[in-house]
């Protein structure tokens, strides 16, 4: 099949990555090129199954979250594998975490995020103006600019020797909640009134706890 990004690196996105994320933009492919490098400065392969770790820095509203669906793509470390946790730091980084192996974050340098931000693609971005309304030619400019820029020109690399994470221990022990009747995984069973329940019918706030 023809590429249709002609490239000097190897990381170039799989045709099948577009058609996951939806629409052709820049920053899917930007994450998915971080991915691949992270895994090579790792020396770890895509993740079959659960022991890769990525702890991307964005935030939410702003264009650029559409990296973490590239370094789902390059990793394995998947959002539904649990491999993946958003610190919602708002920042265009990421660490990436093999257990064995250690861990690295991945930045983008300013200069580059200041050079891409001067593509007619924001032009259309910053109007509000969603990717897939945007010209195609005007969303491959970009692609391809990125694609020609060496790994130094858009990339910190930092070495994490100290980073840690413990994913929890995997249980299928699960409970009917006394309630509505619902299976519910013990480590998120709550009690009321002596009786096992599951968090919506206990009445407790919904709380969401992410660990790393
Ligand atoms: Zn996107
Ligand atoms: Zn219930």
């Known amino acids: 099949m023809k590429r249709r990004f002609h490239i000097n690196k190897q990381h170039i996105h799989p045709e099948w990555a577009f058609e996951f994320h939806a629409h052709?933009?820049?920053?899917?492919?930007?994450?998915?090129?971080?991915?691949?490098?992270?895994?090579?400065?790792?020396?770890?392969?895509?993740?079959?199954?659960?022991?890769?770790?990525?702890?991307?820095?964005?935030?939410?509203?702003?264009?650029?979250?559409?990296?973490?669906?590239?370094?789902?793509?390059?990793?394995?470390?998947?959002?539904?594998?649990?491999?993946?946790?958003?610190?919602?730091?708002?920042?265009l980084a990421a660490t990436f975490y093999h257990p064995q192996k250690g861990a690295v974050r991945y930045s983008l340098l300013p200069d580059f995020v200041d050079a891409m931000g001067k593509f007619e693609f924001f032009v259309y971005r910053k109007k509000g103006i969603e990717p897939s309304h945007i010209p195609l030619n005007v969303r491959r400019e970009v692609i391809q600019w990125m694609y020609d820029q060496p790994d130094e020109a858009v990339f910190k690399v930092e070495a994490k020797p100290d980073f840690t994470y413990k994913p929890v221990k995997g249980s299928f022990n699960k409970t009917k909640c006394s309630v509505c009747g619902e299976y519910v995984f013990d480590r998120y069973l709550r009690m009321?009134?002596?009786?096992?329940?599951?968090?919506?019918?206990?009445?407790?706030?919904?709380?969401?706890l992410i660990e790393r």
Request: charged share 20%.
């Open 24 to 91: 052709e933009c820049p920053f899917m492919p930007i994450g998915y090129r971080m991915g691949k490098l992270a895994l090579e400065y790792l020396g770890a392969e895509k993740e079959a199954d659960h022991g890769f770790f990525v702890f991307p820095e964005l935030g939410e509203g702003h264009p650029q979250t559409c990296m973490m669906d590239g370094m789902q793509i390059a990793t394995g470390a998947t959002y539904g594998k649990v491999l993946m946790a958003m610190t919602f730091y708002g920042k």
């Open 192 to 208: 009321k009134d002596g009786q096992p329940v599951c968090i919506p019918c206990s009445g407790y706030e919904k709380s969401v």
